[in-house]
């Protein structure tokens, strides 16, 4: 095969894949707590270490590292303790962020405006080895740390109140995931570039919630997702001759549309469903619940209710049986019952 050939081709390829695997991994928790767009405002800090680096001669993925995770932590901090807005919070590293960013690249020996648009827009073929090892080393962390506390992130993202008073270190968990963010938006910097690089850790999310069963089947898939769309889009990037991390973007907003226009036919076919409320449990073989079998997948039997996985939240089920499975508990005209929805 012609790509790869190349050896930066072949690194490009890596480092796709990596950031495929890292950036939904993290982006399903920001979905969960509605912080889509905390990666734009990390991509802009970023790009202030970036010019730091560059103008004191010293590595810019370093930099860039050091100013994200300083930046991510500053913005947990004033969303937890102080009196700024989240919204207010984000909105000052936006313009903070990329204002000095370009002011310093602007001032760096040698800049020129293609420097700038390579950390804006990506240029994954100018990733050299070295910058490689240290995707891999960082990439590898990032998905440890964001599967190894899966459970401790969704319970924290599905409440806080509930999650203090169950003993759980609320801000430092939130610290955590807010300095993965930082890492995953600088090794993501150079394939889709500063300015896309939360599009890679959002919409990969944004499909497998509309396909997952459950929390862990859809981090599964908008991981495949992430290395489809990743991996498949530097392909066409290089047969299409077009910029790579703009590629890779509109290659993952193709798969939601696509997934999105085939899961409302669906839905519309098979009829309304019902989210269930305040569900903080999380349902699966040995969590003690009753499993009953229903036409495609499997509910679970929940205090009278019928609760069916669906991407990053649960649907209530009702089926023509349930006074034999729910055994003891509500018919289907009792209080319980009339919250139910066919699936």
Known sequence: MEILQFDFMQRALLAALL????????????????????GDGMGHVALTGVGIGLLTRSGPVWTALVC??????????????????????????FYGGIAGGVVLLAK????????LNAYLFGSITSTTPGDLVVFAVLAVVVLAVALGMSRVFFTVGADEEYAT?????????NIVLAVMVAVTVVVSMRVVGLLLVSALMIVPVAVAQRVGRSFAGTVATAMVVGVLVSVGGVFTSFYADTPSGATIVLAAIAVFVLTAAGTALRARMRGPHNEAEDHLHAH?????????????????????????PHGAHYDEHFAEDDEEHVAGGPGPGGPAAQGRRSS
């Not at 993290?26 to 905390?38: D, K, N, P, S, T």
């Not at 760096?108 to 420097?115: E, F, K, L, Q, R």
């Not at 699966?284 to 069916?308: F, I, K, M, N, S």
């Open 19 to 38: 950031i495929g695997l890292s950036a939904p991994a993290v982006g399903i928790y920001l979905v969960q707590r509605r912080l889509a767009l905390i």
């Open 68 to 93: 994200t995770v300083v930046g991510a932590v500053l913005i947990e901090f004033m969303r937890a303790k102080g009196r700024t807005s989240s919204d207010v919070a984000l909105a000052v590293m």
């Open 108 to 115: 760096a020996p040698g800049s020129t405006p293609a420097n």
């Open 165 to 173: 008073a169950a003993g759980l270190p609320v801000l430092a968990l």
């Open 284 to 308: 699966g073989p040995t969590c003690g619940h009753r499993a009953v079998p229903h036409e495609d997948h499997v509910d679970y039997l929940h205090d009278g209710h019928r609760h069916a």
